[in-house]
């Protein structure tokens, strides 16, 4: 029989830390600083979606970590092109930035 669960929160972080250092040993690297584990904590507990969006886009973190209030670059999008799949990440990436800056208390409600 599984062992009951006190803190639920504990148990969602440790599962979002293992999802993203099996996403990318890039991203295991940079979990191992307690810093970046702790800010990574604050919102695996606020966004299932940051999470799944940090895990399909492991470079992310790297970037957010030495300055998080860069928007990513607009995607070039060249005729005949993946359009719809640019458009997609580069929305799911720009979310997630924000919700990282608004849990980490980085922005405030007007910035956001």
Known sequence: ?????????RVLVERALQRLRAASPGLATLLD???VSAQVA????ASD?????????????AGWID??????????????GPWPALLRQYRTA??????????LGLDD???T
Do not use: C, H, K, Y
């Open 42 to 45: 604050r919102v695996a507990v």
């Open 33 to 35: 600083n307690p810093v």
């Open 67 to 80: 300055d998080s209030s860069v928007p990513q670059p607009v995607p070039v999008l060249e005729p005949g």
């Open 1 to 9: 029989m599984p062992e009951p669960v006190s803190d639920p929160f």
């Open 49 to 61: 979606f940051a999470i799944v969006t940090l895990s399909r886009q492991p470079q992310l973190l």
């Open 109 to 111: 409600v007007d910035a």
């Open 94 to 103: 720009e979310s997630t930035r924000l919700v990282w800056r608004d849990v």
